[in-house]
């Protein structure tokens, strides 16, 4: 509740990366219980790897909700420097670029994280106990959301840099997670 109290505060930060973040931490629980919860469907071994990886990228996804904020947080610090110089300047600017550049980081990771995450929900949706089948399902579309969530922050902060690799990268990223469709 404190979390979404943040969320929905007049604050610049929490917002959307972090929204994102916790998105895809939630994926990879519900993975990480449905391979639990499989063992008799899975091998006792493919289910504790994939509960293991399951619980990893969580982690990892979890500590991003903070992240993001921070890296924000330098754009906005960025762009009140600029704004309170009174000549501007290049330096000034390619702050502001650079501070976007790291900004972008945190939602590319999330959508690097949701790969995976997919991958594993529509294995567990076609090979896992049947009647968690909704919840790899579940999992499968919320790392979809998660990942495209970040790919519009990626796209925003890196916008004045259309030849940064990190734009090609999402849309392949995208586009494996959206082959992973659980039918």
């Not at 594993?120 to 579309?141: E, F, H, V």
């Amino acid at each position: 509740a404190d979390f979404l109290d943040a969320l929905a505060a007049g604050a610049p930060a929490p917002a959307g990366g972090s929204a994102a973040a916790l998105t895809l931490a939630q994926a990879a629980a519900l993975c990480a219980k449905a391979a639990r919860l499989s063992e008799r469907q899975l091998t006792a071994a493919r289910a504790t790897a994939m509960t293991n990886e399951s619980e990893h990228i969580r982690a990892q996804a979890a500590s991003l909700i903070d992240s993001d904020p921070l890296a924000y947080g330098a754009v906005i610090e960025a762009l009140r420097r600029r704004a309170d110089a009174s000549d501007g300047g290049a330096d000034l600017d390619a702050g502001v670029a650079a501070a976007l550049s790291a900004a972008a980081d945190v939602p590319m990771r999330l959508i690097e994280l949701a790969e995976p995450v997919a991958a594993m929900a529509a294995m567990l949706a076609a090979d896992g106990k049947p009647a968690l089948r909704g919840d790899a399902q579940a999992a499968w579309l919320l790392a979809q959301a998660a990942a495209r969530a970040a790919a519009c922050l990626v796209r925003i902060n890196l916008a004045g840099v259309p030849g940064d690799p990190r734009h090609a990268r999402l849309g392949a990223l995208l586009a494996s997670i959206d082959e992973r469709l659980c039918g």
